[in-house]
């Protein structure tokens, strides 16, 4: 009080000196400063709306543009996308009916079920449809063109049309799929052919081609429709829209209206010689390269009949032949400059009266009221006061109702507006930091968070409002990749250094809720305008993903190496137990039944036929080739592969089959693996013992009862066991490579089981509980074949019938030393040979002398020579009759598994028995 008091006898003393002096000069300086202002306020604002509003459509136009651009660049993408997905789409109905149909129906009638299943097909408004052709060129189906049906493609007599065929069949020769692009003929357009992009895909159970195509030029012409029309739509300000035309003068959009592109710009609107003006002044804009500025007058969008000067911004689209543009109408400032005119001229006057009168009246009344009007005018200044200080502190907007002064008001305006900028400003930067694709956290000079982004709350498990004002190390807690405390933490060397760091990616994020996520991130401090650091700023990403694909591809590579040399190692294995397991048997012929040896010959021969069951894993692991299918019980691979797996462990099987279980088509080999790995992993998980639940069942699928396969019978096999069970968390990614909860594990195993069943054409799922038990569920298709239960060869009782003369090639020279003594114990007459070229030369020697060759046995693979598939087919160039059978120590090649394909009349995989020569031979 004692301030105001001082304030108010200061008042007293001067206001009756100088209010007359001062009420002159007063409202002289009051005039010529309000009319200053008005003059400067004008002009700046007709230039901040000017340069505004320029800026303003030259934006809109480069969004437009781009957005164009992207458009335009995405068509090819787009039409090779839509043939593939069509293409996919067509594969799959054939395949189901394949399926289906296979067995029951001939291969022909199935292929035209195919045809006429996708001849009615139509997409792209009816400019879509299927074409089907066979690997030898006979057209199959052309939907649109069924003239050439039925034909081969080198009878097409049109030039284009044939090339096209052409490249189709030679695609699909090198490929199974491909995208091709070419010209053809569009439905509803006679004599002309348009470039197409199609997409193709080889149907190899009936080696077809089946493919479909996309014409470019309706992608793109649905694009630009659908541009047009959100162009169109576009609106800025009170009167700003975009306006497309093409370079002749061909108005597409303008005015907020879509044009068919039929009608020049000038001949729409009333004006026609001023559009042809504006338009020759937008074509030059628009040839200018990123685009210019023009001026001109134009109608506006809301009042067709008035003219305003308008400012416009164009841009040209080369590729598609546009011109782009938008602008402003510049009258709009012109009337907020005469509101600021008449405003500014009202409180001039008003001030000006206000001066006058108030001197009058307080020469007049000075020494009655001025202790009123000082106390008064006190308090306006403290309340003004108390507002400044909660607008700094809150950022709470000053009440201007409540102060009562004018130039108290507008001050208190200003501060206003600098406020809400302020906070406009802020909560842009908060938007833009919460919505970026990195975390990010910033903090004060004491290390205290200030602002958490979206991507940061993700992570970290702190939200916002619960990590501000926590301290930095809290929130972002940081050790190293081995779990120990780091040395310092990057906020505090940053805030101790004020320089920027990289923090390297082995570093552990511990998240609020415990995960760990490996990151990188960078720390760098926060300088305000006079360069003194205010914070600290935190930008990390979560790296984790990245180094586990490194270091999966790192394994996949060294499990690669390994499996190659697996491979190489079970291959050299199986030759070397050929001839061990050979000579056995043939010790045990010799021997007789009963000899003193034929105990330890016997342990030799299982023992041999155990390491032949370790190379078909090696294999298996090394190549996962297609399997030898043969016709086995299932019970029977079951049982001997699961009691292996339990040898000298706690855990015991309980078994449950069928009585009539249906059998099946399988590689025993692969299958025994499947069996064995479920069985081990069993046991693993029944640490402290118990039992194992096996059974097989007949199943029947009826169709849609399993999406995964088509209807028909099934022999499924399940293993139960009572172990910890399986996390529903990782249910889905048991089958993934590489994935394992043990310590010790490759993720191999049920990756192999998967891709073994799968190639068996059957399905594995699993039902797992934690602490209960898990079931694996298999299902294989039943054979239609009987089961045949050969029982092996008495010693001394095999036989083949007849005498043949076999041609024997192989490398290894102890293997064919081991089959000519069986083939010769057997009473046939052997020729050998090691390498194909000798076999070749030795077979048509003996065809010159009229020696018949009955059958030639052959290595698939020959180091550094000819190997058997090469020499069988030049032996059948030379006789087609030749009986023909493939050898080789890798069981699991795919020339096995198909050697019919390949001339071959029977197949055997090293090492064999005596038994199994027996039958090769019986069935030649």
Known sequence: MRQQSTLVRVVRLLSVVSLLALAGII??????????????????????????????????????????????????????????????EAWEVARNLQLQYQGRMAEADIVRLIVESLRPVRFNDGHGYFFICDRGGHILLVADRPELEGRHYSAVANAQEHEALRRIIAAADTSAEDTLTYRWSKPGAFGASFEKISFIKRFEPFDLIIGTGVYLDDIEEQAKSTLLDMISRIRFGEEGYIFVNRMNGDALVSNGRVFDGHSKLWKIFDQQEQAREVFAREYQAAMTPHGDYISYSWIKLSNAAQVSEKASFVAGVPAWNWLVGAGVYLDDVE????????????????????????????????????????????????????????????????????????????????????????????????VTLRSIGDCVITTDLAGAVVLINREAERLTGWSQDEARGKPVQEVFGVVDNHGNALPEHPVTRVLASGQTIIVPSHVTLLARDGHRHLVEDSVAPIFDNSNNMIGIVLVFRDVTEKVRT????????????????????????????????????????????????????????????????????????????????????????VVESADFALHGSTVACEYRFDEALWPVEVDSGQLAQVVQNLILNAVQA????????????????????????????????????????????HLDKIFDPYFSTKQTGSGLGLAVCHSVIEKHHGRISVLSTEGIGTTFIILLPASVKTLEHVA???????????????????????????????????????????????????????????????????DLTIPGGMGGKDAAQAILRLDPAARLVVASGYSNDPVLAHYRDYGFIAAIAKPFRLDELVEVLKSC
């Open 686 to 729: 029944m640490m402290g013992g118990g039992t194992i639940r096996v059974g097989c069942s007949n199943v029947t699928l009826d169709l849609g009862e399993d999406i995964l396969l088509p209807p028909g019978r099934y022999v499924c096999l399940t293993i139960r066991d009572g172990g910890c069970g399986i996390p529903a968390e």
């Open 792 to 858: 092996p060869a008495a010693a001394g009782g095999v036989s083949t019938g007849k005498k043949l003369c076999v041609l024997v090639m192989d490398d290894d020279e102890m293997i064919r030393t081991v089959v000519k003594n069986m083939l010769e114990h057997l009473g046939h007459e052997v020729l050998l040979t090691s390498e194909g070229q000798e076999a070749v030369r030795q077979y048509a020697a003996c065809r010159s002398s009229n020696r018949d060759v009955d059958l030639v046995l052959m």
């Open 550 to 637: 490194a270091e999966e591809l790192r394994k996949a590579e060294k499990l690669r190496s390994v499996g190659i040399l697996a491979g190489g190692i079970a291959h050299d294995f199986n030759n070397m137990l050929a001839a061990i397991l050979g000579n056995v048997e043939l010790a045990e012929l010799v021997s007789g039944p009963g000899g003193e040896l034929t105990p330890i010959l016997h342990d030799l021969r299982r023992a041999a036929g155990r390491a032949k069951g370790l190379t078909q894993q090696l294999l298996t692991f090394a190549k996962g080739g297609d399997p030898l299918l043969k016709t086995a019980s299932l019970q029977d691979i």
């Open 27 to 88: 409202v002289l300086v009051q005039a010529v400063v309000g009319y200053r202002e008005f003059v400067q306020q004008a002009t700046k604002m007709r230039g901040e709306y000017v340069a505004q509003q320029k800026a303003q459509v030259k934006r809109e136009v480069e969004r437009v543009v781009a957005l164009i651009d992207s458009e335009r660049t995405q068509t090819g993408r787009r039409a090779r996308e839509s043939a593939r997905q069509r293409v996919n």
């Open 335 to 430: 009337a907020d400059i005469a509101v600021l005119q008449g405003t500014l001229r009202y409180e001039s006057l008003r001030g000006i009266l206000l001066t006058l009168l108030g001197t009058g009246l307080m020469i007049a009344l000075v020494l009655v009221v001025l202790q009123r009007i000082s106390r008064r005018v006190v308090g306006d200044i403290e309340l003004l006061t108390t507002m400044f200080n909660r607008a700094a502190t809150r950022d709470t907007a000053i009440a201007l109702e409540q102060v009562r002064f004018e130039e108290l008001r507008r001050i208190a305006g200003d501060v206003n507006q600098v406020l809400h900028d302020k906070l406009a400003e802020k909560e842009q930067l908060a």
